[in-house]
Structures are given as C-alpha cells and as structure tokens.
C-alpha cells in the first residue's frame, strides 16, 4: 500500500499541475496563453488526465475520490490488481488523492509565481485552483456535478470491461467531451480531490490579492462527484455483465 499511496500521489500531483496549469496559462496576466478560451482549458485538463493515469498506473490510477467511490459502489473486489476494497485500502487512496491535489496545485503556483503576483481581480486567482458556479444556486449546481461525474464514472466502468482495453487516452478524451459539454454552469470539477486540494492550497498560499478562497460552495464540487460517482458504480452493478 506504500507503492500505492505514492503513485496515486504522484498521478494526482501529476493531474493538477497541468490542470491548474492550463488554467493558469489561459486567464492569468502577461502569460503566453492568456485569453486561449474554454477549449484549451478542456484540452489541458484532458492531458492532465492522459498524463496522470500513467503516472499512477502501479494503484490502477484513480487519481479521483469519486473514482474510488465508484469502483466500491459497483461491487468491485478489488480497487486495482492485487488490491482488495478494504476500508484501509480505500481510506489509502482518498488520503493520497488529497495530498497530489494539494502538490500539484502548489507546483503550478511556483510555476507561475510572477503572474500571480500581477494584479487581477480575486476571482481570477481562485479561478486558477478551484472551481465555481457561473450562476449560483447551490442545488442545480449540485446537479451538474453530479451528472458529469456520473458520466465519467459510468463511461471508465465501460472503459474497463472492453475487449480493447481502451487506455488512458480514451479517458482523457472523455474529460475535454465533459468539460466541453457539461463544463459550463460550474467548471466541471468531477473530482473531489481536484477542488478541494488546490483549494486548500489557495487558502495558504500568500498569493497577493487573492481574497477568499469561497468556503461557502467548496462543499458542492466534493458532495456532488462522490454521489455521482457512487451512483455509477450501483448502476454498472445492476446492469453491467
């Protein structure tokens, strides 16, 4: 469980650096990629994931509590080969999840460390970590979460049991089709960890200018993925062969 703990940290670690990267890139001041749009936002996210998944390929690369929770919910016997769903197992991969996000989020901070410290309105900073609603209304912005998570979820559990062996570059692009789709009310976080970490890391980080870090919806992007990642995993169970 050592190796596994390490690897989901460096997947996640992996997912969020790039993922914050991009994000970085495309609304911060005076980078190359600022005002690069919503698709390349989508498509750095994708290869985030692409490059995550085989970074922690050793723990069958979650690098998503929701993903966790999906695997547990669909009945699974083991989270990965040769690791049984046990609840030290799964408190393992949530804990290492946590702890990537956090890295990886502080990493894409030391990258763009001189634009943070440009002048921007706290929105965008906080933009750059976490995520949050276009329109706010708690509810409907559950909803979404829990319907894109659910389509990751339930899609990956399909991934699995192909012929193919679809790999990581197919979840990749069912990232960006979330994000292009399903992305717009709140930022499509999907991901737990990938809110609450980098959220964390806002909160400690002395970003000048940054105001607060929105504690109020941090709860959406974390209850809203789990339930959707859990309502995938029951529904692959109940008709999945």
């Known amino acids: 469980m050592a190796t596994v703990f390490l690897s989901e940290v460096?997947?996640?670690?992996?997912?969020?650096?790039?993922?914050?990267?991009?994000?970085?890139?495309a609304i911060l001041p005076k980078t190359?990629?600022?005002?690069?749009?919503?698709?390349l936002i989508n498509f750095g996210w994708g290869l985030g994931v692409f490059a995550g998944v085989f970074?922690?390929?050793?723990?069958?690369?979650?690098?998503?509590?929701?993903?966790?929770?999906g695997i547990w919910a669909s009945g699974a016997e083991e989270f990965a080969s040769g690791i049984p769903v046990t609840f030290g197992n799964f408190v393992t991969y949530l804990v290492a999840e946590l702890l990537g996000a956090f890295i990886g989020?502080?990493?894409?901070?030391?990258?763009y460390k001189q634009h943070f410290d440009q002048e921007a309105e706290p929105a965008v900073k906080l933009g750059v970590f976490s995520t949050g609603p276009e329109i706010r209304g708690y509810g409907w912005n559950l909803?979404?979460?829990?319907?894109?998570?659910?389509?990751?979820?339930?899609v990956i559990l399909w991934f699995a049991g192909t012929p193919q062996e679809l790999g990581p570059l197919a979840v990749a692009l069912l990232v960006v089709g979330i994000g292009a789709s399903l992305g717009g009310p709140t930022g499509y976080a999907i991901n737990p960890a990938r809110d609450l970490g980098p959220r964390i890391a806002h909160a400690l980080l002395p970003i000048p200018g940054k105001g607060p870090s929105d504690w109020g919806y941090s709860w959406v992007p974390v209850v809203g993925p789990i339930a959707g990642g859990v309502l995938a995993g029951l529904l692959y169970q109940a008709v999945g062969i």
């Open 10 to 25: 460096m997947g996640t670690a992996m997912l969020l650096l790039l993922g914050c990267g991009v994000v970085a890139n």
């Open 32 to 39: 190359k990629g600022f005002g690069g749009g919503w698709l």
């Open 55 to 69: 970074v922690a390929v050793q723990s069958g690369a979650h690098i998503n509590p929701a993903v966790t929770f």
């Open 105 to 111: 989020a502080v990493l894409a901070w030391m990258a």
């Open 143 to 154: 909803v979404t979460e829990v319907i894109g998570t659910f389509v990751l979820m339930f």
